[in-house]
């Protein structure tokens, strides 16, 4: 072991540079020993007390969100020529169905529009053509689980890129419960294998009804790590759940969360954020984006989803990432591939391949659509019918990892991936 | 706790409460769990590094299970009761699983005359009188709760338990969301699936491609010569049959898409029809069988041919078996079969696919005497407290306004029956289900071990006959008997014992019976 000139940093070297071996051996860490993969070769800790570190919120469109309306490239003209009955109006058309540009090129639908505040705020950021490079997978659950393992192309890989960045960085608060949880009916696979993670799909209502709570503990002490993780980090978030009042909360910034279930979540995000409760990640799902007949860009079901996804989002950067109060916390939105150029037989698009991702925060470099536009002509559209993927979704979320997140494991989080950094974050 | 997953869906719109059960979408159904690395360094980690606490680590979760007959019973029930290790312990494991596979020869009149009490007339119904029912915005309650509700029943009263292990199978594999489809997943459950839960995967297929219901719910009754979509064909290909990694490609999907055209339903009476105007007769391909260009028909079954010539391909072919082989292994016997197990049992599927004999092999002795413990899914944990607690379940008067134990217990665990969001159904995956342990407790104890309740849909224990004489042996005695046919951990005996120190009144032993319920052990099987 090398030393350092300044002489006081060799024994935090050495702590932070664990194998494997050792770090199945560190008590306290067996948890968080199962998060990582076999092949792990060296973990080098993200200290909290010396590195950049925000509350991460991944949301997860689950389904296949169409980018092309999401944020819809007017500036193409194919956009148009290939859907006839689902484009949105060009923000010069005459029409209230219009969109509302954000450069010369893209606009946001109506429905999308309670995005504008943080957009122009230079909070958002957009990456159009953003997906998975080394999978062509249009299968739902191939390529969700793909992105949320963070390696493509690999079913041995059994933990989540969010579960391996926890599992190789210390706890913001070491004495927190509860680090992370999925708002979700099951551990989802962003978070699976992470130390202190929980699906708690109601914070709000996660509450413990049982005379038998010691006895259970006893129990559940010796029982299989999962369910006995579960068991003991459950009670002891319900303690801490407890002393949060979500039902008075007031949301800061006159910020009003809708009453569906995702507007619901980010509002309990929020409420365990401002309870600094040492929750230090979440995940969300919002699901309904398989639209394969019927679309409904505008005035249907593809257009309640973005409402309601847009308002809950706005609300959420209202309350939480704006004015004296705001938070060191940053968002992420991705989907698992987004959907075919061209419009299909019944008004809708069947699954196709690059998306949109959002990222939003303070730290964001955002007020941009980043966009390495591939084009929609037939000739240029990937098998003839669908937009190329030109950023990775690992190249926005490596770089949330090192630059937000302080994480320097790189290889661990999202193995055999050279990233390139997109300059989405500060 | 909120239990009231049932009042908040009955003011909110139908679009909320399928969004909301759409957000617990998960990942793909094959995925292994995470648990199979741990569980081997643990096997062979020495003792003074194993896991904190002990020994109870997931193969601890059967220290105590020494009976090769009491693990199928487990396996292949929806819950072990006195009734059924009394069955195995007469018939032997042999005897008892070949009449489990063969429930036509199980007396289930009991079960019947419950079916016919509740649920006949819906049975009766065809499909556009099922849809008629009731004025427009009621078929949650005309359908969706009564499906539930029925599905619960019959797994928790039927004699014919494999049976309706394989139902439950089966309709994950082939999914319909249950709110989305709400009187069609009747026709689908009762004249797709049950009537061939236990017979060839080649009749399953078949059945499913003519599933008014299955073909409404992934658009392919919209997808025509005028405009396709892949919907379907893709679902049919990556979970129906060959899986996602069987071997096709896009061009497959698109091809199989074509091919499919015209296979719809009759929108006057919602049976099955082929539409040969919807039908594209142009050239295609699919898996290497092609189809020449033939002449636009309008009538009759022309065109069809195609479809079904997939099918029978489909059916035949070795990804299928060998998908097939290994979700049968996986829901029974382990999260990761061996190469030797699935090629024993694709070995037995014949060119049909037979259900019983691949069964056979699934279910061997030497398969499941080295089966590791598996979780249960709350569904499964609901119906499996009330079979061994012999809970009676008093009926639901208000559909409305009633909590029906049955079925919303499972919800509340998560499992809400019949709407997994995607169509590959439920994960059955225990890192999916693991961390939902604390809502296991609330269940428990809200609704599932009760007693003295007379209200409708509650579940009543009769905890005399845990109390026995008053005496702490006699309770633990019958905890250990009907709860885990004498094989229960002593880490347990110790607990509960300690529960009861002071002596058995009726409120510490109900408390110890919900401790029994919600400990490790019984979350296994």
């Given amino acids: 072991m090398s030393t350092n000139p300044s002489g006081e940093t060799q024994s935090c070297q050495e702590y932070q540079q664990l194998n494997r071996r050792r770090f199945l051996e560190v008590g306290s860490m067996s948890a968080a020993a199962s998060a990582l993969p076999a092949w792990l070769p060296e973990v080098r800790f993200a200290q909290s007390q010396d590195s950049v570190r925000d509350i991460v919120v991944s949301v997860f469109m689950r389904g296949g969100a169409d980018g092309l309306t999401l944020v819809a490239p007017f500036g193409d003209p194919a956009y148009y020529t290939g859907r006839p009955t689902i484009a949105i109006p060009r923000p010069d058309a005459t029409s209230p169905n219009r969109g509302t540009a954000l450069n010369d090129f893209f606009m946001l639908p109506p429905s999308m529009t309670s995005l504008l505040p943080a957009y122009r705020a230079g909070q958002l950021a957009i990456l159009q053509a953003t997906g998975q490079r080394n999978t062509n997978s249009r299968s739902h659950f191939d390529a969700e689980r793909f992105l949320e393992q963070g390696k493509p192309d690999d079913y041995s890989v059994e933990t989540g890129w969010l579960a391996r960045h926890l599992a190789t960085s210390t706890p913001l608060d070491a004495a927190a419960p509860l680090r992370a949880l999925s708002l979700t009916f099951g551990m989802k696979r962003t978070l699976l294998g992470a130390p202190k993670a929980l699906p708690i799909p109601r914070p709000s209502n996660f509450s413990l009804n049982t005379p038998n709570e010691l006895a259970l503990q006893r129990l559940f002490g010796g029982a299989w790590a999962p369910m006995r993780n579960a068991a003991t980090d459950g009670l002891a978030t319900v303690n801490i759940l407890r002393s949060l009042d979500f039902d008075n909360y007031r949301p800061a910034n006159g910020a009003l969360y809708e009453s569906n279930f995702f507007a619901q979540s980010m509002r309990s995000i929020a409420v365990m954020i401002r309870g600094e409760i040492g929750v230090e990640a979440a995940h969300v799902d919002y699901g309904g984006w398989d639209t394969h007949a019927e679309q409904g860009s505008i005035g249907g079901t593809m257009a309640t989803l973005m409402t309601e996804f847009s308002r809950a989002l706005a609300a959420f950067w209202q309350d939480i990432m704006q004015g004296p109060q705001s938070v060191r916390i940053t968002l992420v939105v991705a989907t698992e591939f987004g959907r075919n150029a061209r419009e299909n037989g019944t008004q809708g698009t069947d699954h196709g391949r690059a998306g949109v991702m959002f990222a939003m925060g303070p730290a964001v470099v955002g007020g941009r659509v980043i966009a390495d536009w591939p084009g929609l002509s037939r000739d240029v559209l990937e098998d003839g019918q669908d937009l190329r993927v030109t950023i990775d979704t690992r190249d926005v979320l490596a770089e949330l990892l090192q630059k937000r997140l302080g994480n320097a494991n790189q290889s661990i989080v999202f193995p055999s991936y050279q990233p390139r950094f997109r300059g989405v974050f500060r | ?525």
Wanted: with cysteine.
């Fill in chain 2, 1 to 525: 706790m909120d239990s009231s997953t049932s009042a908040s869906t009955s003011t909110s719109s139908r679009r909320d409460w399928l969004r909301s059960g759409a957000a617990a979408i998960g990942a793909a159904a094959l995925a292994a769990p995470l648990l199979p690395d741990t569980l081997e360094a643990q096997s062979t980690r020495p003792p003074n590094t194993s896991r904190i606490g002990g020994l109870l680590n997931q193969l601890g979760q059967q220290a105590q299970w020494r009976s090769t007959e009491l693990r199928l019973v487990r396996r292949i029930t929806q819950g072990l009761t006195e009734a059924e290790v009394a069955r195995v312990r007469a018939l032997g494991y042999d005897a008892y699983l070949e009449e489990q596979l063969n429930p036509s020869r199980i007396d289930d009149s009991a079960m019947e005359a419950r079916v016919q009490a509740s649920y006949a007339r819906m049975l009766a119904l065809t499909p556009r009188q099922l849809s008629d029912t009731g004025p427009a915005g009621t078929h949650f309650f005309d359908h969706v709760r009564p499906r539930q509700s029925l599905t619960a029943e019959r797994a928790i009263f039927s004699r014919r338990q494999l049976q309706e292990r394989m139902f439950e199978f089966w309709s994950d594999h082939q999914h319909v969301l249950l709110n989305d489809q709400a009187f069609f997943a009747t026709i689908h459950h009762e004249r797709i699936i049950r009537p061939n839960v236990l017979g060839t995967v080649g009749d399953m297929v078949r059945a499913g491609m003519r599933s008014g219901s299955m073909l409404s719910y992934l658009d392919q009754v919209r997808s025509t010569r005028f405009g396709i979509n892949e919907n379907y064909a893709r679902e049919l290909l990556e979970l129906h049959t060959i899986g996602v990694d069987g071997g096709f490609t896009q061009e497959d999907v698109i091809g199989l898409t074509r091919v499919l055209t015209g296979w719809s339903i009759n929108f006057s009476t919602l049976e099955f029809e082929y539409k040969a105007g919807n039908h594209d007769f142009s050239a295609k391909s699919v898996l290497g069988l092609s189809f020449p260009a033939r002449a636009q028909a309008t009538a009759g079954n022309a065109g069809m041919d195609e479809g079904i010539a997939v099918g029978e391909m489909l059916i035949r072919h070795p990804s299928t078996k060998r998908y097939t082989a290994t979700k049968l292994l996986r829901w029974f016997v382990t999260p990761t079969p061996s190469e030797a197990q699935v090629q024993a049992v694709v070995a037995a599927y014949g060119t049909e696919g037979d259900v019983k004999a691949m069964l056979r092999v699934v279910l061997s002795r030497a398969n499941l005497t080295k089966a590791p413990a598996k979780l249960k899914r709350p569904f499964h944990y609901a119906v499996s407290t009330l079979r061994a607690t012999g809970a009676r379940v008093n009926p639901v008067v208000d559909v409305r306004r009633d909590y029906n134990t049955m079925s919303f217990s499972s919800a509340d665990m998560g499992h809400d029956i019949g709407n997994w969001g995607t169509p590959d159904g439920y994960p059955d995956r225990a890192d999916f289900w693991a961390g939902l342990i604390v809502d296991r407790w609330n269940v428990v104890n809200a609704h599932l071990v009760q007693v003295d309740n007379n209200s409708p849909g509650r579940a009543v224990i009769d905890l005399a006959s845990f109390v026995g004489n008053g005496t702490v042996d006699a309770f633990i005695g019958n905890v250990r008997r009907r709860l885990f046919a004498d094989e229960m951990s002593s880490e347990l005996e110790v607990e509960l014992r300690y529960a009861l120190r002071s002596g058995v009144t009726n409120t510490r032993a109900l408390n110890a019976l919900r401790l029994a319920v919600c400990a490790p052990e019984f979350h296994f099987y």
